[in-house]
Structures are given as structure tokens and as C-alpha cells.
């Protein structure tokens, strides 16, 4: 294959606009904010769910409260009516009395029973109260983070996505001064290579593979015209010539 040495000289141009589109899809894909927002959202999840456990404590414990409170009232209301009929002297029978008494005082450690219960059941919920608005408040405070890093990180996409349309006109208008076969041999060999399909010989090496030409390659390259399309015998890029390349 043949072009003019000015076309070959503009791949690289198109090669050099290539490598800074790479770059950029390599820097959109690992901004460290992808990993932070991860990271966040991981946390954010877990401490949902503990909110979530937290608030169901908080609900299983109030009702278990109100049930509590209702079992108390009734033991009161029963331990009222027996000291009303006490009081009101319409039980006359000795042995009623006598049973009426130790009803009354039955109830009396009953009631005080469930007292206690009802004050361990509200320490529980008020425990639990604690707990879920501690957790509302580190959920409020990782969704803050969450959003603070998405805003930076979709700042830092625009930025990148209006570099990457800038640099895409810019090989296009490039390439279109390139021969079409010639830019159809590099697109195959960027493929092949790693996304570099020319590179410059420069002080008789291969920039692409980094290996330097022997005594034979260089004196074939030195005899080819200038014309001449040369490849690098160790990688087969593309090899364009220039003035440093030490020829």
C-alpha cells in the first residue's frame, strides 16, 4: 500500500485523537465517584433495613403497650367494683368477706404485676424510638453523601462526554483527510492491537511496541519509498517515518 508521506504523518494525528478517546472512556469508566456512590448506596441499604427493624420494634412494642394497659385497667376496674361492694357493706358473710379481701388483694399484686410489666415494655419502645431515630438520621445523612457524589460525578460526565464529542468532530474532520484505505488498514489494526494501530518510528524503535528495529528492518525501511506504507515487523502496526526517526 502507498500514500503520500503528509497522509501517513495525519494518521498519527487520527491515532493521537484515538488514544485521547480511549482515554477518556477509560477515565468515564473509573471515576473514583462509581465506587463511592457504591460504596454509599451499600450503606444505605444496610441501614434502611435497620430502620426498617427498628420501626417494626417500635410498632410491635406499642402494640404490645396498649395491650398491656388495657390488661391493667380491667385488673383495676374489677379490684374497684370489689372495694366498692367492700365498702358499701353488702356482703355480710364472714367467709365472703374473707374471700372478697383476698380477692382484692390479688388483684392489688396483679395489678402491680402488670405494672411493671407495662413500665419494661416502654422502655423497650422508648429503646426503640432512640433507635429508629438514630438510624432516620444516618439514612438522612448517607442519602446526602449519595447525592452529593452523584451530583460531582455527573458533573465530571459532562465534562467528559463535551471533551469526548469535541475530540469525535475532531477525528472525524482528520480521518476524512486521510486515504480511505489506509485509514481502513489502521481501524483493523487498532482493533487488533489495543486500540494503537500506527505509530511513529522514532530513533529507530517502534513506539507502538516499544522494541527497536534491527540492523536489517531499518536498512529495508531506509530502501522503501516514501510513499510506501511500512509495517513494523514485531507488531505490524502501522510504522510512519518522520524526521527523528533515525533513519
Do not use: F, W
Amino acid at each position: 500500500m502507498n500514500a503520500e508521506p503528509a497522509d501517513q504523518i495525519r494518521l498519527l494525528d487520527v491515532q493521537a485523537l484515538d488514544l485521547r478517546l480511549t482515554q477518556l472512556a477509560h477515565r468515564r469508566r473509573n471515576l473514583p465517584e462509581h465506587a463511592e456512590i457504591e460504596g454509599l448506596n451499600a450503606d444505605l441499604s444496610q441501614v434502611r433495613d435497620l430502620l426498617v427493624a427498628a420501626r417494626t420494634e417500635e410498632s410491635d412494642t406499642a402494640r404490645e403497650q396498649t395491650k398491656a394497659e388495657q390488661d391493667v385497667d380491667q385488673v383495676r376496674k374489677r379490684a374497684a367494683r370489689d372495694q366498692q361492694r367492700l365498702d358499701s357493706g353488702a356482703v355480710t358473710s364472714p367467709k365472703d368477706l374473707e374471700n372478697l379481701q383476698r380477692e382484692i388483694a390479688s388483684l392489688s399484686r396483679r395489678q402491680s404485676d402488670l405494672e411493671d410489666v407495662v413500665l419494661e415494655i416502654m422502655e423497650r419502645r422508648e429503646s426503640a424510638q432512640e433507635r429508629a431515630a438514630e438510624l432516620a438520621r444516618r439514612t438522612d445523612s448517607v442519602q446526602a453523601r449519595i447525592d452529593d457524589a452523584v451530583g460531582r460525578r455527573d458533573a465530571a460526565l459532562a465534562e467528559i462526554d463535551a471533551e469526548a464529542a469535541a475530540v469525535t468532530k475532531e477525528r472525524q474532520v482528520v480521518a476524512a483527510s486521510v486515504p480511505a484505505d489506509l485509514i481502513k488498514l489502521y481501524d483493523k489494526l487498532r482493533e487488533q492491537q489495543g486500540g494503537v494501530g500506527a505509530a511513529r518510528l522514532y530513533q529507530r524503535r517502534c513506539e507502538g511496541c516499544r522494541l527497536e528495529l534491527n540492523i536489517t528492518e531499518l536498512n529495508e525501511i531506509r530502501q522503501a519509498p516514501a510513499d510506501a506504507v511500512v509495517r513494523c515487523e514485531n507488531c505490524r502496526r502501522i510504522l510512519v517515518r518522520t524526521p527523528e526517526s533515525g533513519l
